[in-house]
């Protein structure tokens, strides 16, 4: 049986605004349900531990899903979930492949986390797989090939573009733009329409553009497991 690795924001803060951030619901409970409809053993972490925050605006009833839906009636996933491991304690032996949910959150702490960027450069060079989705791609912003190179150099990448983060109207709130950093890395980024459905896989490098994505992402990384 596979193991992957998700890992999640521990940061609450959306910049200075005052308002609550962590991670958006569905792109966590989309691909969590089908990996683990499949079998896939699946551990959470965080760089805190325990209990990850969850964008309130992801409770919101307009961005329910069918996935959503299950996590809010699923007790044993939400006791999961208030007790991530933490991050600093994970070994990138003991999984299959790894896989960062987005929500604004990552921009702040993942995106600058030393274990998450030596975690996926381990992953990366032992040839597993490493997926992100939305704001989540944010989490390469300093991960290098082993020749010091950005990883997402010359790789076909997406997430979260800078049109949909104006529609949301955070822009001069978040501090790095994902589309902006992934193409400042030499990324061969591409996107679609705002809030469609569009991932890319280069390798064992697996990015989604936004939420609409996420299961995309989970069904491009469960083929690579095999």
């Known amino acids: 049986m596979k193991k992957v690795l998700f890992v999640l924001t521990s940061h609450d803060q959306l910049g200075n605004t005052g308002e609550k951030t962590g991670f958006w619901i569905e792109e ?41 839906k299950r996590f809010n009636e699923d007790t044993e996933t ?7 491991i933490k991050l600093e304690t994970v070994n990138e032996a003991d999984y299959d492949a790894v896989f960062y949910p987005g929500g604004h959150g990552p921009l702040w ?29 944010a989490v390469f912003k300093s991960v290098k090939n082993t020749d010091g190179t950005p990883l997402v150099k ?14 949301v109207q955070l822009t001069d709130v978040v501090p790095f733009l994902v589309e902006d950093m992934l193409k400042e890395n030499g990324g061969i980024y591409s996107k679609v329409a705002d809030w469609n459905p569009h991932a890319v896989k280069d390798g064992l490098l697996i990015t989604g553009q936004n939420p609409a994505s996420s299961e995309k992402v989970a069904e491009l990384l469960f083929a690579a497991l095999k």
């Open 109 to 137: 702490d993942l995106a600058e986390d030393p274990n998450s960027i030596k975690l996926i450069e381990s992953f990366y060079n032992n040839n597993k797989p490493v997926a992100a989705v939305c704001h989540a791609p």
């Open 154 to 167: 010359n790789k076909n990448v997406t997430g979260f573009t800078n049109s949909e983060e104006a529609a």
């Open 28 to 68: 966590f409970a989309a691909p969590y349900y089908a990996l683990k409809d499949k079998n896939v053993i699946i551990t959470l972490a965080s760089p805190k531990g325990g209990q990850p925050p969850i964008d309130p605006k992801s409770e919101g009833e307009d961005f329910q899903t069918a996935a959503t």
């Open 78 to 84: 939400q006791t999961l979930l208030a007790n991530t």
